[in-house]
T-cell receptor
């Protein structure tokens, strides 16, 4: 299946700074899902975006789906140490999801 | 607990051993998946079962053999593994339409010696 590309691979921020990870595809996506995996943990579903230009918020997290449905972003406002982990986007194919390589976020207090 | 239970949590096996990983869910989901996660690699899909039928086998070596006896249980049978098979093996389940995402288990950390 097609692969979504995530950037950056890694980001280290100071607590209180903002953070954004981007997910890009060369083809139109039917929908996009976002997951968070804490160190030593397993991926946890955060949200699904379906509509062109859709924006959804979960507290300090803002998820956006591009107008052309070829890209998506996750923005965290005022990061906290609890935000540490790897954030994955995943696109829905015929029978399953295909995950990006993830962006690892490290937050220093 | 996530609703998807994997056992064992950790497994060390020799290359000549035979072992099985178990996954169980009681979320009412009718699709189940095996993923492999290695250091610095993305989540690699191994097998997909939908309504207890295998719908995808992602070019996985035959030393990995899945089994799905019913919609709540999924097994991964392992035999004659290689050291490069050491990884975190994650089971997940979902509704067939996947609109509410995957629910992952905590994984089995496998080390092949």
């Amino acid at each position: 299946g097609q692969q979504v590309m995530q950037i950056p691979q890694y980001q280290h921020v100071q607590e209180g700074e903002d953070f954004t990870t981007y997910c890009n595809s060369s083809t139109t996506l039917s929908n996009i899902q976002w997951y968070k995996q804490r160190p030593g943990g397993h991926p946890v579903f955060l949200i699904q975006l379906v509509k062109s230009g859709e924006v959804k918020k979960q507290k300090r997290l803002t998820f956006q789906f591009g107008e052309a449905k070829k890209n998506s972003s996750l923005h965290i406002t005022a990061t906290q140490t609890t935000d540490v982990g790897t954030y994955f986007c995943a696109e829905s194919g015929y029978s399953t999801l295909t995950f990006g390589k993830g962006t690892m976020l490290l937050v220093s207090p | 607990e996530t609703g998807v239970t994997q056992t064992p949590r950790h497994l060390v096996m020799g290359m000549t051993n035979k072992k099985s990983l178990k996954c169980e869910q009681h979320l009412g989901h009718n699709a189940m998946y095996w993923y492999k996660q290695s250091a610095k690699k993305p989540l690699e899909l191994m097998f997909v079962y939908s309504l207890e039928e295998r719908v995808e086998n992602n070019s996985v070596p035959s030393r990995f053999s899945p089994e799905c006896p019913n919609s709540s249980h999924l097994f991964l049978h392992l035999h004659t593994l290689q050291p490069e098979d050491s990884a975190l093996y994650l089971c997940a389940s979902s509704r067939e339409d996947r609109n509410y995402g995957y629910t992952f288990g905590s994984g089995t950390r496998l080390t092949v010696v």
